[in-house]
């Protein structure tokens, strides 16, 4: 069982910056695909920005540009950057990864991010 704990989201002034982190019990080296998902409330699901094959960054088109996932090996951990925030990025952000190719999704507790002045 793969254990995700993403960092704390928070309140920020369009404009602003913040930075989530979601460390993993173990996989990141080896992960088929990784990334965060985000929910905002009377929306669907959305994909926000995904790793796969280790390599292929793909990010939804509203933050292309403003946001930016990486990943850390030695530290079993991946990141959202996000820049220049917009009211319309509040969501709960979720990390996700799969560790193999085949093997199941594990996901991150939510984070809450609002975006306001």
């Known amino acids: 069982q793969v254990r995700l704990v993403e960092s704390e989201g928070g309140l920020v002034q369009p404009g602003g910056s913040l930075r989530l982190s979601c460390v993993a019990s173990?996989?990141?080296?080896?992960?088929?695909?990784m990334g965060w998902y985000r929910r905002a409330p009377g929306k669907q699901r959305e994909l926000v920005a995904a790793i796969s094959s280790g390599i292929i960054t793909d990010y939804a088109d509203s933050v292309k540009g403003r946001f930016t996932i990486s990943r850390d090996n030695a530290q079993n951990t991946m990141y959202l950057q996000m820049n220049s925030l917009k009211p319309e990025d509040t969501a709960v952000y979720y990390c996700?990864?799969?560790?193999?190719?085949?093997?199941?999704?594990?996901w991150g507790q939510g984070t809450q991010v609002t975006v306001s002045s």
């Open positions: 173990e996989g990141i080296v080896t992960a088929n695909a």
């Open positions: 996700y990864l799969q560790t193999s190719v085949g093997a199941p999704w594990y």
